[in-house]
């Protein structure tokens, strides 16, 4: 342990879900660890930050703390007035379920991890495959190996790591894969149905999601057994569009 | 007017928003321009799908649709079930005040978008900045031309871009330029509040934000009287990091 670490803890369930207490207990042997996550699950709010209203900020226990806001929030509340200074490391998750290829965009999972490299904080995501129940014994484990990892070699700069985690027992894990971000293709996956009136409703889900891309994405990592490290960065700019447009587009 | 051309327009403040109908107006003389666009402001919301319930849709008007869901679900339903099949172009906005920089990543505008270019629709973002209340004329303007630009040139692949439009009048404003995301500083805009019992509250909002980056980026050329069109990719993926990783790392 290194006492001077501190390690803030977030997640986009609440704080109660079984994947973020897991991860606080993980984390805890490597620093001072301090979680403050949302009261109530904050999936569909993802990336959003509150500012139509104040938030209340409630001790639960010692260095566990939770807020009537989303993940975002958490954030920036944890480091500006419950830590007072940016951590050592801040740590999203564990999620129950993967975020991979481009679905990372809809995450609160990532997108507190986001929020985190904003402030200059390396920041880790984890997110564990398979359907629940989850156990996350093994996934706390791979957390705690890959948050000591970023503690001693440091993270590359502006960027955060989405670690997915497949839900295979530790011995059937293959090892750890630096990836790439995955590309979905869309597969009909919209169901028409019907209210008690007679009326068309139309249901997004269900369907078989398909991946392109190489042996090298996150996706086929996961897949293949092993744990998928990407890194993700802040800056969206497309850099070789800027010439497409300098060059395609007559003004 | 390209009589083959099909434009699906959106936004995330609700279909009966005076932005998204100044954009309709706009690109309907463009091709056939269909406006699917949330009941109510989802601001919020931005990214996420709704799976979890039916959605309805509801015909307004002549090519103008709405359903109580989000943009993303907008951009889902309309390509699939009301155009049933993707259409020319995507528009979204005309969003009453800027999403510049690291604000992107929070907005409902730019997420309609992104989720267009999954789909491998050329699509655009079109953000008004100033206050309210917002006068769209000179913007609608704009983003009818720089719809048809990206019609008869056609965009990076798997790259959307994110404009936005000084409020200016049409003869201040100095021009078009490509530019790179700008990055945000955070200062001090958390104040602390009470409510009637005299428990502590935080409310997020205020300060002065203030950004980093030359003269190449968003911001930067709002702030000097340009119009700024910024091409944003689909793949976060910080490839140079996976050198750093597979260097740095000792496992």
Same mark, same amino acid.
């Given at each position: 342990?290194?006492?001077?670490?501190? $390690?803030?803890?977030?997640?986009?369930?609440?704080?109660? #879900?079984?994947?973020?207490?897991?991860?606080?207990?993980?984390?805890?042997?490597?620093?001072?660890?301090?979680? =403050?996550?949302? !009261?109530?699950?904050?999936?569909?709010?993802?990336?959003?930050?509150?500012?139509?209203?104040?938030?209340? =900020?409630?001790?639960? !226990?010692?260095?566990?703390?939770?807020?009537?806001?989303?993940?975002?929030?958490?954030?920036?509340?944890?480091?500006?007035? /419950?830590?007072?200074?940016?951590?050592?490391?801040?740590?999203?998750?564990?999620?129950?379920?993967?975020?991979?290829?481009?679905?990372?965009?809809?995450?609160?999972?990532?997108?507190?991890?986001? !929020? *985190?490299?904003?402030?200059?904080?390396?920041?880790? #995501?984890?997110?564990?495959?398979?359907?629940?129940?989850?156990?996350?014994?093994?996934?706390?484990?791979?957390?705690?190996?890959?948050?000591?990892?970023?503690?001693?070699?440091?993270?590359?700069?502006?960027?955060?790591?989405? =670690?997915? $985690?497949?839900?295979?027992?530790?011995?059937? /894990?293959? *090892? $750890? %894969?630096?990836?790439?971000?995955?590309?979905?293709?869309?597969?009909?996956?919209?169901?028409?149905?019907?209210?008690?009136?007679?009326?068309?409703?139309?249901? /997004?889900? *269900? *369907?078989?999601?398909?991946?392109?891309?190489?042996?090298?994405?996150?996706?086929?990592?996961? %897949?293949?057994?092993?744990?998928?490290?990407?890194?993700?960065?802040?800056?969206?700019?497309?850099?070789?569009?800027?010439?497409?447009? !300098?060059?395609?587009?007559?003004?």
């Amino acid at each position: 342990m290194n006492p001077k670490a501190v $390690i803030l803890v977030t997640n986009d369930d609440g704080v109660y #879900a079984p994947g973020v207490r897991a991860l606080f207990e993980a984390v805890s042997s490597l620093g001072r660890a301090v979680l =403050v996550a949302p !009261e109530r699950d904050n999936s569909a709010v993802s990336h959003s930050l509150t500012m139509n209203r104040p938030l209340q =900020v409630k001790q639960l !226990e010692d260095e566990i703390y939770t807020l009537d806001g989303t993940p975002t929030d958490c954030v920036t509340i944890g480091m500006r007035k /419950i830590l007072a200074k940016p951590p050592t490391l801040l740590v999203s998750g564990i999620n129950p379920g993967s975020n991979l290829g481009d679905d990372i965009s809809y995450s609160g999972t990532v997108s507190a991890a986001i !929020e *985190g490299t904003m402030y200059g904080v390396p920041s880790l #995501a984890f997110s564990l495959g398979g359907d629940s129940p989850h156990n996350f014994t093994v996934a706390a484990g791979v957390a705690w190996k890959l948050a000591s990892m970023a503690l001693t070699f440091g993270l590359p700069p502006a960027t955060l790591l989405n =670690v997915n $985690i497949p839900d295979l027992s530790a011995g059937a /894990i293959k *090892g $750890i %894969r630096f990836t790439v971000q995955g590309r979905r293709i869309y597969k009909d996956a919209i169901q028409e149905t019907f209210d008690p009136w007679g009326r068309k409703h139309y249901w /997004i889900g *269900g *369907g078989t999601v398909q991946w392109t891309g190489g042996s090298d994405t996150d996706e086929h990592a996961v %897949r293949q057994g092993y744990i998928s490290v990407t890194p993700i960065q802040l800056d969206l700019t497309n850099h070789s569009g800027l010439t497409f447009l !300098e060059n395609q587009w007559k003004m």
